[in-house]
C-alpha cells in the first residue's frame, strides 16, 4: 500500500519574544528584544498508508498541532520534508488543499452567521464539487450524522454537539481521501461521541479515507485507531499499535471484591498469602481491590480462595485503563519496548 | 468565477443578518451629509463659486462623495487583523482559493449590497431634502461607475495591506484608524482636494489617495471635462496596478512567517 503521508526529519523552530522586567526593561525593548528560539517540533518522520486511521497524541504543548498544522500546508516546516498526497502541502497548497479535510475542534469553519446549508453551498462551489456527487455523498453524510433539522439554521444557534456534527459534514463535502481532525470530540457529551466515532468508522470502511486524529480524549483512540504516534516535546516517543503499548505498560489486573460483610486487611492476605497480591481497601470497609499480575493461575487463585471463605455481592475484573498507561509513559519520559 | 458569484452572495446575507445596522447606516450617512450641507452653505454664504465649484456642485460633490464610499468602503482591514488575532486565518488557509481575492470579493459583496440597498434609496432622500443636482448625461454616469470600481479596487487594496501588516504587528488598531483617517482626508472627502494649497496639493497628486474619493465626486458633478476625465481615470487605473505589487509583496513574507495564534 502507497504511502498517504510521508514526513521526513521535520522541524519547526519560533521565535518567541521575552519582556524584560520593570519600566526601564519596557523602554529596552523599544530597542532591542530578547528572544528564545523554541522548538515545537524537533526532527520526527514518521508514514502513514492509505486506509490507516492514526491517533496522534501527546501533552498540551507537545507539538500535536503545530505538525498538523505543517501536514496541513497552513506552516511552513523550519527544516525536513513533507509529501501529502503526492505533494507538497505549502508549495502547493491551493492544489493541495482540495485533497484534504480538516476539522479543528476549537475553530468554526462554518460562516457563523448565515444558515448551515448555505455554508454547504458555499464549500460545494469552493471545492467545485459537482451536483450529482454532491447530492448522492452528502444525502449520506446528512443522514449519518443526523443533521438534516439544523440546515436551515445559522450556526451561532446551534450548541456544540450539533455544530461539531456539521463541522465534521463540511470537511467532507468535495469527499476527501485524507482527513485531518484536530480534538473534534473535545466537550461533547458521550451520544455525539459516539455518534461521530462511528461516522468515522463508516466513511473510513465505505471510502477507505485515511484518518489523523489528535485528541486528548483516549476513548477516541481506543474506539478509532490501531495505531499512535506519541510525542512529547516535539519527539516522536512511540509509534505503534496501540495494542502493543497497553501490553508492554498495562502489567497486572486489579480485582474488586464487594464483600457483603466486613473484611479486614490481615484476613485477606491471610487466605491469599500463596500469591503475589497486593490489598488495598476501596470506597468502604466492604470493598477491597486486590493488584495481581496478569497471569491466569494467579487471578482464578485469588477468586476461589477468597470466594471460599468470604460471601461477595459483587466481583470486578479492571484491566489499567489506556488513559492511566500514557500517564505512567509521560512520567517516566520514554517508552520501553517490549 | 462561481466561487467568487457565490461569496457576493454570502455577503449579501451576511448583510442581511445585520438588518440593524444597515437602517443605522442610512440614518447616519444622511446626517452626515445634511451636516456638512450646512457647514458648506454657511462658508457659501451667498458666495456665487469657491475655487470653480458652485454651492450646487458643492452639495452634490458631498452627497456623492459619501454615497459613493458606501460602495468602496468595507472592514476587511479589521477582519483580516481578526482573522489573524484569534487564529482564524489557519481555517482559511486549508480553503482551496487565494486568501486575497475571496477577501476582495467579500468586500465587493458588501460594496454591491450597499451600493443597492443604501446609496441609491439613500441618494432619493438627499436630493429630495437638499439642493442635489444629478447628471442626466448617460456618459458621466458610465465614467462614475468606472471610477467607483477602480475606487473600490483601491481603496481595498490599501485595507489588504493594513491587514497584511497585522502579521508582522500582532496588534495594529492604530494603522488601521490612522489609515482611516488618513484616507478621509487626503481622498477627498471631507473637502475637496483643490481647496488645500498648492503644495498640498502638488504631495497629494503622488498618492493614491485621490483616485478613492476625489475623482469619482469630481467626475459625477462634472467638476472634470473632457479630457480630464480621461486622465483622471489613468490615475486611478495606474493606482490601481501599482498597489498589486506591494500587496502581493507584503502577503508573500506574511505567509511565510505566519504563526497562528493559540491551539
Not at chain 1, 460483610?261 to 491469599?272: G, I, V
Not at chain 1, 466492604?286 to 459483587?314: F, M, P, R
Not at chain 2, 488557509?93 to 481575492?101: A, E
Not at chain 2, 481622498?187 to 498640498?200: E, Q, R, V
Request: aromatic share 12%; proline share 3%; net charge neutral.
Amino acid at each position: 500500500m502507497e504511502n498517504i503521508i510521508e514526513v521526513q526529519n521535520l522541524k519547526k523552530a519560533f521565535k518567541s519574544y521575552s519582556s524584560r522586567q520593570g519600566l526601564k526593561g519596557a523602554f529596552r525593548d523599544l530597542f532591542t528584544r530578547n528572544y528564545t528560539i523554541k522548538t515545537a517540533v524537533d526532527d520526527i518522520s514518521f508514514s502513514i498508508k492509505r486506509g490507516e486511521m492514526v491517533g496522534y497524541i501527546g501533552e498540551n504543548g507537545a507539538g500535536k498541532s503545530t505538525s498538523i498544522k505543517m501536514l496541513t500546508g497552513i506552516l511552513t516546516p523550519t527544516d525536513g520534508k513533507i509529501v501529502v498526497n503526492g505533494m507538497n502541502p505549502h508549495k502547493e497548497r491551493e492544489k493541495f488543499v482540495k485533497t484534504i479535510g480538516v476539522v479543528f475542534g476549537q475553530r468554526s469553519q462554518l460562516w457563523w452567521d448565515i444558515a448551515v446549508q448555505e455554508s454547504f453551498r458555499l464549500l460545494k462551489k469552493i471545492y467545485n464539487v459537482p451536483d450529482e456527487q454532491y447530492e448522492e455523498h452528502m444525502k449520506d453524510v446528512i443522514d449519518t450524522l443526523d443533521i438534516g433539522p439544523l440546515l436551515d439554521k445559522p450556526v451561532r444557534k446551534l450548541s456544540l454537539g450539533q455544530r461539531m456534527r456539521c463541522e465534521l459534514a463540511a470537511a467532507l463535502i468535495h469527499n476527501p481521501p485524507l482527513l485531518f481532525l484536530d480534538e473534534p470530540t473535545i466537550g461533547l457529551d458521550v451520544l455525539v461521541k459516539l455518534k461521530i466515532r462511528e461516522f468515522l468508522k463508516r466513511i473510513n470502511e465505505k471510502y477507505g479515507t485515511t484518518i489523523l486524529l489528535t485528541t486528548h480524549d483516549l476513548s477516541d483512540i481506543e474506539a478509532l485507531c490501531e495505531r499512535v504516534v506519541m510525542l512529547d516535546e516535539g519527539k516522536i516517543i512511540y509509534d505503534g499499535p496501540l495494542k502493543e503499548l497497553r501490553e508492554n505498560w498495562a502489567e497486572g489486573k486489579q480485582i474488586q471484591f464487594q464483600f457483603s460483610e466486613k473484611a479486614t486487611l490481615e484476613e485477606l492476605q491471610n487466605l491469599t498469602k500463596d500469591h503475589l497480591v497486593v490489598w488495598e481497601q476501596g470506597e468502604s470497609d466492604l470493598i477491597w481491590v486486590a493488584s495481581v499480575d496478569s497471569d491466569e493461575t494467579v487471578i482464578s487463585g485469588v477468586i476461589g480462595k477468597v470466594t471460599a471463605v468470604k460471601k461477595i455481592a459483587d466481583l470486578k475484573i479492571l484491566e489499567i485503563s489506556t488513559e492511566e498507561i500514557i500517564r505512567n509513559i509521560y512520567v517516566e519520559g520514554a517508552v520501553r519496548h517490549g | 468565477m462561481g466561487k467568487y458569484m457565490e461569496m457576493i452572495r454570502i455577503r449579501f446575507l451576511m448583510m442581511l443578518a445585520y438588518r440593524t445596522n444597515y437602517y443605522s447606516g442610512i440614518l447616519i450617512y444622511s446626517i452626515n451629509i445634511g451636516a456638512y450641507y450646512f457647514l458648506w452653505s454657511a462658508i457659501y454664504g451667498g458666495k456665487e463659486n469657491i475655487q470653480g465649484l458652485s454651492i450646487t456642485q458643492m452639495t452634490t460633490y458631498i452627497a456623492v462623495a459619501w454615497m459613493a464610499r458606501a460602495f468602496y468602503f468595507n472592514n476587511i482591514d479589521r477582519e483580516i487583523a481578526m482573522e489573524i488575532k484569534e487564529g482564524k486565518v489557519a481555517v482559511e488557509m486549508v480553503r482551496p482559493y487565494p486568501y486575497l481575492n475571496m477577501k476582495m470579493m467579500q468586500g465587493l459583496g458588501e460594496g454591491i449590497f450597499r451600493l443597492l440597498f443604501f446609496s441609491v434609496p439613500g441618494m432619493v432622500i438627499v436630493s429630495l431634502v437638499f439642493p442635489v443636482e444629478l447628471s442626466v448625461n448617460l456618459e458621466t454616469w458610465v465614467f462614475f461607475f468606472v471610477s467607483i470600481l477602480f475606487s473600490f479596487i483601491i481603496n481595498t487594496q490599501i485595507n489588504l495591506l493594513a491587514g497584511i501588516a497585522t502579521f508582522f504587528l500582532f496588534n495594529n488598531d492604530g494603522l488601521i484608524r490612522a489609515k482611516r483617517v488618513v484616507i478621509d482626508l487626503f481622498s477627498g472627502l471631507i473637502l475637496p482636494l483643490s481647496f488645500y494649497p498648492m503644495w498640498a496639493q502638488n504631495i497629494m497628486s503622488y498618492l493614491p489617495f485621490q483616485g478613492i474619493s476625489y475623482i469619482p465626486s469630481m467626475i459625477f458633478t462634472e467638476g472634470f471635462k473632457g479630457s480630464q476625465v480621461f486622465e483622471a481615470l489613468i490615475n486611478q487605473a495606474v493606482w490601481s496596478a501599482i498597489l498589486i505589487i506591494p500587496v502581493y509583496g507584503l502577503w508573500v513574507l506574511a505567509k511565510r512567517q505566519l504563526v497562528v495564534q493559540g491551539g
